[in-house]
């Protein structure tokens, strides 16, 4: 397993952005499908945005419908690092946005990742 370590999370109002960082170790994650998740009070986590190699340092990712047009799933290889670039942020996405891993071709679920991180918080507010 990767040991992935999340940051970048705060409080900022609608419309603004943020960016969250997921700096990996014990592994390069450069074959690695990663993923961002998140999890607001009394709801199930769900799949915000995936990257998956589909060779020669060619990623392909997805994106829950939600985010669509407004977040970006990103990688810095040389740093080890997956981030998740967030524009025009809304209420509704508050919550623990929690990085995760895995040695699968592409998911949305969480099963199939086995490392994570241990979340970092998100809350848009006026």
């Known amino acids: 397993q990767v040991q992935l370590v999340e940051s970048g999370g705060g409080l900022v109002q609608p419309g603004d952005s943020l960016s969250l960082s997921c700096v990996a170790s014990?592994?390069?994650?450069?074959?690695?499908?990663v993923a961002w998740f998140r999890q607001a009070p009394g709801k199930e986590r769900e799949f915000v945005a995936g990257?998956?190699?589909?060779?020669?340092?060619?990623?392909?990712?997805r994106y829950a419908d939600s985010v669509k047009g407004r977040f970006s799933i990103a990688r810095n290889n040389a740093a080890n690092t997956v981030y998740l670039e967030m524009n025009n942020l809304r209420p509704e996405d508050t919550g623990m946005y929690y990085c995760?891993?895995?040695?699968?071709?592409?998911?949305?679920?969480?099963?199939?990742?086995?490392?994570w991180g241990q979340g970092t918080q998100v809350i848009v507010s006026s």
């Open positions: 995760a891993a895995g040695l699968v071709q592409d998911s949305e679920i969480q099963s199939d990742y086995d490392s």
């Open positions: 014990g592994q390069t994650v450069n074959t690695y499908t």
């Open positions: 990257s998956t190699r589909i060779g020669s340092n060619v990623y392909r990712t």
